[in-house]
């Protein structure tokens, strides 16, 4: 793997985890959690695939049909999930 490629995962696992740290909503939760006696750990799973574009694809930025068929199949707390990392599907 090119490490340029490398780099840039390492920056979107820095990204996603700052977004989660920084998240006022679920420092709320947790400290709510904390008040109730509780101990928290949170300990997340993400999975992200990529695909190298062929040189045809490299100047389209439009949407696949897989990916607008995802909007669809996720739930609500899928959604809210996803915009708590600000990832939105566009329709």
């Known amino acids: ?3 340029r ?3 840039l995962i390492k920056q ?3 990204a996603i985890d700052e977004s989660l740290s920084e998240s006022e909503t679920i420092a709320e939760v947790i400290g709510e959690i904390k008040k109730e006696g509780y101990d928290v750990l949170l300990v997340l799973e993400a999975t992200i695939g990529f695909n190298r574009r062929s040189d045809c694809d490299a100047g389209s930025v439009g949407e696949s049909a897989e990916a607008k068929d995802l909007g669809s199949s996720l739930t609500e707390q899928d959604q809210k999930f996803l915009r708590a990392l600000s990832i ?3 329709e």
């Open 88 to 90: 939105s599907l566009e």
């Open 12 to 14: 979107l696992g820095h």
């Open 5 to 7: 490629f490398k780099d």
């Open 1 to 3: 793997m090119e490490q």
